[in-house]
Nanobody, 120 residues
Framework: QVQLVESGGGLVQPGGSLRLSCAASGSIRTIYAMAWYRQAPGKQRDLVATISSGGSTKYADSVKGRFTISRDSAKATVYLQMKSLKPEDAAVYYC??????????????WGQGTQDTVSS
């Protein structure tokens, strides 16, 4: 019923930038909060940043000042601008959206993930 499709990942050198996008589609009535998570090999999936439907944002301490989350509600899309990337930022990045579908159900939906590699 709901699809989240991420794009924008890739290989970047330390200090570089990447911009991730995640577009939601399907039988969506309302999108509430949207978020980005990441998971490095052998580690748990961690929250990176969230943005409410009203635009309020929160960040993990490890990315504050370097990452910016934003959303375009008209396009049902959330973005993650990443700057000053470090090797420890390398991970699979997942998009998450708290959605209510037309049928009335509300649940969290996940994208398939996009790989970001930070290496010289």
């Amino acid at each position: 019923q709901v699809q989240l499709v991420e794009s924008g990942g890739g290989l970047v050198q330390p200090g570089g930038s990447l911009r991730l996008s995640c577009a939601a589609s399907g039988s969506i009535r309302t999108i509430y909060a949207m978020a980005w998570y990441r998971q490095a090999p052998g580690k748990q999936r961690d929250l990176v940043a969230t943005i409410s439907s009203g635009g309020s944002t929160k960040y993990a301490d490890s990315v504050k000042g370097r990452f910016t989350i934003s959303r375009d509600s008209a396009k049902a899309t959330v973005y993650l601008q990443m700057k000053s990337l470090k090797p420890e930022d390398a991970a699979v990045y997942y998009c998450n959206a708290d959605v209510r579908v037309i049928a009335g159900y509300r649940f969290g939906s996940w994208g398939q993930g996009t790989q970001d590699t930070v290496s010289s």
